[in-house]
């Protein structure tokens, strides 16, 4: 019990001292909060305490970390894990209300994200060879730029605003989705494609095809 209430009494001083207002501690030490989590730029390689369930969005970008470990399962709103060291997106969150960013990062894998992200999706400026793991579904846009994909195997099959997959090792536009609400961007591959191409392809739904 007192080896219990020692570490009750560590989150708590971790919590005041990141600036978290409005939390509760769970029996399994796990931590909800109602509204917003910031943790950007204040110079994390860990977060040490586990996170449960977030109501409003959750961001741990522009720190040091190497792992996921401690990220919430559950956030209401968005999700940014951008501008660390990332090389897996283990520990994520399960569930995301809003936009989910891991960019800027050394991810090799998208294994573990959620299967249906509402709000954008970005992955871009990574170490990507391959979109296997990808959401399957996002209500906005997908960007998955500056990689070195090969295929957009594993890309999600519909994406409600625009799909950007520039800057990368592309040869072909197999896997690419079926249906982007918007616009299309592929220019800067390995093969030079035409408007013609991703239409064959794709359901593009506005004029915007950058190729």
């Known amino acids: 019990m007192v080896v219990k209430s020692l570490e009750v009494l560590r989150i708590i001083n971790w919590l005041n001292e990141m600036g978290i207002k409005s939390y509760t501690i769970n029996d399994d030490l796990s931590v ?15 977060i040490p305490v586990q996170f449960n369930k977030v109501s409003g969005g959750f961001n741990c970008s522009y720190n040091l970390l190497t792992s996921l470990e401690g990220c919430p399962r559950e ?7 951008s501008h660390n060291q990332l090389t897996s997106l283990k520990g994520c969150p399960r569930e995301v209300g809003g936009d989910f960013e891991c960019h800027d990062n050394k991810l090799t894998s998208l294994k573990g994200v959620p299967t249906k992200v509402s709000g954008g999706f970005s992955c871009s400026y990574n170490q990507l060879p391959s979109l296997i793991g990808s959401p399957k579904e996002t209500g906005m846009w997908f960007d998955c730029s500056h990689n070195q994909l090969t295929s957009l195997e594993g890309a999600p099959t519909e994406v409600g605003d625009g799909f950007d997959c520039s800057t990368n090792q592309l ?27 991703v239409r064959r392809v794709c359901k ?5 095809v950058l190729c």
């Open 204 to 208: 593009v739904g506005g004029r915007t």
């Open 75 to 81: 956030v209401g709103m968005w999700f940014s894990c």
């Open 32 to 46: 909800d909060v109602d509204g917003n989590v910031w943790l950007d730029s204040k110079g994390l390689t860990e």
């Open 171 to 197: 040869t072909s536009l197999k896997g690419a989705p079926t249906r982007v609400d918007r616009w299309f961007d592929c220019k800067y591959n390995k093969v030079e494609f035409s408007e013609e191409d």
